[in-house]
């Protein structure tokens, strides 16, 4: 069993790998945590995060953090845990030393300190094959401060009013994140309530503090979180929105304002008036929405009447969803 002094050790051949190497020397005491952090970011690491020698001791924690949350989330749940755990950046065992961090994954994991330790060790050696690939192309917005990492949407049109359900993991890309600012449109036709048609509640993981009218179409709703989060930590939550308007658009589609990583999205029609043409909207500009033009990818209503898709990496900026129409 390997003792306090040596806790960054790992096995020889994870000597060969430059982000092992520099991983394991973050991961000693509190991990990222840790005072003097931005002393103890090797080449390889701040090369692969786009610290320079200009940062200041916050900005390399931010870029630092921020990059290896996003890789993590990349691993498999298992490794994931390991490497979030021995990084310090778990926020039910972040602030503690590495020995009770790794004593702790050992309870969760429901196995000895010593497997646990092996698991962090296949953890680091996966990020270093992660960190060796090209970096993302970040998308600086003024919305920054968190971002999407999976959204899934399931819209009801079997019900009267429609109903939809939104829930979101997102990260936190600044401490002390203690709301957001969620927008959303229900578009309106000329001569409508000039006021919003759109309530919306939160179902978990916060509450609505604030509805803020923005224009006859659009609202914004304010969500306080349970607790501020820290940078880099994760946080889930529902909403359910209800459009007051009888008369809606025929779509629904995500418009990234921000990062977003992975979006789903199932629509379930009434079975008793199904759309007779469906179909996928992959990263289109608004003005194809609007003009109604079939993207060519049709999609099939299954028996039930849902439709079900998926989208990764999506542009800000950008629609993605479905669209349909009940003519010839």
């Excluded at 418009?255 to 996928?280: G, H, K, M, N």
């Amino acid at each position: 069993m390997p003792s306090a002094g040596n806790e960054g050790v790992g096995t020889t051949d994870d000597h060969n790998l430059p982000f092992v190497r520099e991983l394991n020397e973050l991961r000693r005491g509190r991990g990222l945590d840790a005072a003097d952090l931005h002393q103890r970011i090797g080449p390889c690491l701040r090369a692969a995060c786009a610290i320079t020698e200009t940062d200041q001791p916050a900005a390399a924690r931010r870029k630092l953090v921020l990059r290896l949350t996003e890789l993590c989330g990349r691993l498999p749940a298992d490794l994931k845990l390991a490497a979030l755990t021995a990084l310090g950046l778990h926020e039910e065992a972040a602030g503690e030393f590495l020995d009770r961090r790794i004593s702790w994954l050992a309870s969760v994991l429901d196995r000895d300190p010593r497997t646990a330790r092996r698991r962090i060790d296949l953890a680091f050696r996966r990020l270093d094959e992660l960190l060796g690939a090209p970096a993302r192309r970040g998308e600086e917005h003024p919305l920054a401060g968190w971002y999407v990492e999976s959204m899934k949407a399931m819209l009801h049109l079997d019900h009267d009013p429609p109903e939809l359900r939104e829930e979101r993991r997102i990260v936190a890309e600044a401490d002390e994140l203690d709301e957001l600012v969620l927008p959303f449109s229900v578009p309106a036709a000329p001569g409508t309530d000039p006021l919003p048609g759109i309530t919306a509640d939160a179902l978990f993981g916060g509450e609505i503090v604030e509805v803020r009218p923005v224009s006859v179409s659009h609202a914004q709703f304010v969500l306080r979180l349970p607790s501020p989060l820290r940078l880099g930590q994760r946080h889930e939550y529902g909403i359910r929105f209800t459009p007051r308007r009888a008369e809606l658009r025929p779509y629904y589609v995500m418009t990234p304002l921000r990062r977003c990583e992975a979006f789903s999205v199932r629509v379930r029609f009434d079975r008793a008036a199904p759309p007779a043409r469906v179909w996928r909207l992959n990263g289109v500009p608004s003005r194809v929405i609007d003009d109604g033009a079939d993207s060519g990818e049709a999609l099939t209503v299954d028996r039930v009447g849902e439709v079900g898709l998926e989208f990764h990496d999506l542009h800000q900026g950008l629609s993605y969803g479905l669209q349909w129409s009940f003519g010839d």
